[in-house]
């Protein structure tokens, strides 16, 4: 699918190239380890090269996530999708979550998973993810079905410069520029040296030619 729309935009808008599926869960010692375990385990069933990344400051967590999702693997239907993203997937564990949260912004995965004490005190500090998940109750499968929020949403570290899909992606949007004398007389200068300094000397004599008395 996502190389047909890669063909397709060459003639037409599509929405954009997606997946695999991303998932980053930033954690403290609140966090639940079964929450998070099933968190990273619904994001790895979706396919084989799906990615999971747990980023913590607490030292103990990953062990416990660790020994829930290998649990929880043996017992999934998608076993192999989810074995296969393992190794596609790791954690980290930072000094705290100011460091936690750069971590996922360099990351900038399709998802973000909040679940600290006082995910909207963190929620600032996030401006790389494709959605934003706050708290320990807040599952990313409701975001797929039941929201309402878009879920057509940027992968591979896409989310660092693109936001997810919405209904002005299909609009096009022109700019509209209406000078007065005055304004142009405040322009000018700038513009005029800009258009010499690149050698453009018609553009900088389109300037002049309007200020002649």
Do not use: W
Not at 55 to 61: G, S
Not at 169 to 191: D, E, N
Not at 194 to 202: I, K, P, Q, S, V
């Amino acid at each position: 699918m996502t190389a047909a729309k890669v063909l397709l935009r060459q003639e037409t808008e599509m929405d954009f190239p997606a997946g695999p599926s991303e998932i980053a869960v930033l954690a403290d010692s609140s966090a639940i380890p079964e929450n998070v375990a099933a968190d990273v385990l619904a994001q790895a069933e979706h396919g084989p090269d799906s990615a999971c990344v747990l980023v913590t400051d607490d030292p103990e967590l990953p062990a416990k996530v660790g020994r829930l999702l290998r649990e929880l693997a043996a017992a999934s239907p998608r076993r192999e999708n989810i074995v296969s993203s393992m190794r596609n997937s790791g954690y980290m564990v930072v000094g705290d979550l100011t460091e936690g949260a750069e971590v996922c912004n360099s990351i900038a995965p399709e998802h973000i998973s909040l679940q600290v004490r006082d995910p909207l005190s963190l929620l600032p500090l996030i401006d790389g993810a494709g959605a934003i998940f706050l708290g320990h109750d807040s599952p990313v499968a409701c975001g797929d079905y039941t929201t309402g929020t878009d879920h057509v949403l940027p992968t591979a570290g896409n989310a660092a410069v693109h936001s997810g899909l919405d209904v002005l992606h299909f609009m096009k949007r022109s700019s509209v520029q209406m000078l007065g004398k005055g304004t142009l007389k405040m322009l000018a200068p700038a513009t005029v040296l800009l258009a010499e300094t690149e050698g453009l000397h018609a553009h900088a004599d389109s300037v002049r030619v309007r200020l002649k008395d």
